[in-house]
């Protein structure tokens, strides 16, 4: 069974820029959620995709987008870049609700994102 | 709203010694709370959740939590530090219906040798 992955490991950016940012889900979880972890704090919520529909998302701006294909996998789209944007991205899977329990989320590895 | 306070953002304790680390939630519906761990440069790894079926959970690598609704709290506990423990611990909280989890700031612990 493969666990999350998520590409780049480590990425470095502009003020301005835009990136994207992949993750594939773990074998068979239909659910993909997002978060920014920032230096020295707690994963925050940014948004979660279910069956390629957004499903929930956090106080992010817009400038923050996704995508979920057909396989499950997933991007994420930063525009603008800002320096706080500098931070590590985990996704996270899970088979979503089953049998009215919410599934546990499982997190890759993360990518380090550094906007100068 | 949910929401999860970890107390004492650094725990230093000695190799063989009791672990704890607090978590106090707060949540206006039954929830379902989680510890994770992160080892440094990587993601999250689930230690234990706990999902109203029983009070005391067990985890991976001899963690366990205990749900106590009178104290709102979900503290993490080992019997017995070991070197490999270090790393940070984050008490997370969600409830029924909700899309994603609500994280403390994390507790860093330091195993002294």
């Known amino acids: 069974e493969t666990g999350v992955t998520q590409s780049p490991t480590h990425l470095i950016k502009t003020r301005g820029q835009q990136v994207t940012l992949r993750c594939s889900s773990q074998s068979g979880h239909n659910t993909v959620s997002w978060y920014q972890q920032a230096l020295g704090q707690g994963p925050q919520f940014i948004f979660q995709?279910?069956?390629?529909?957004?499903?929930g998302r956090g106080n992010f701006p817009p400038r923050f987008s996704g995508l979920q294909f057909p396989n499950y996998s997933s991007e994420l789209n930063v525009n603008a870049l800002e320096l706080d944007d500098s931070a590590l991205y985990l996704c996270a899977s899970s088979l979503g609700v089953v049998r009215g329990q919410r599934e546990t989320q499982y997190f890759g590895p993360g990518t380090r994102l550094l906007v100068l | 709203a949910q929401s999860v306070t970890q107390l004492g953002s650094h725990v230093s304790v000695s190799e063989g010694a009791l672990v704890l680390l607090r978590c106090n939630y707060s949540?206006?519906?039954?929830?379902?709370l989680f510890w994770y761990v992160q080892y440094p440069n990587q993601g999250l790894q689930l230690l234990l959740k706990y999902t109203s079926a029983a009070t005391l959970v067990k985890g991976i690598n001899g963690f366990e939590a205990e749900f106590k609704k009178s104290e709102t709290s979900f503290h993490l506990t080992k019997p017995s530090a070991h070197m490999s423990d270090a790393a940070e611990y984050f008490c997370a909280v969600t409830k029924t219906g909700a899309n994603n989890l609500f994280f403390g700031t994390g507790t860093r612990l330091t195993v002294i040798p």
């Open positions: 949540s206006s519906v039954p929830p379902y």
């Open positions: 995709y279910y069956r390629e529909e957004e499903n």
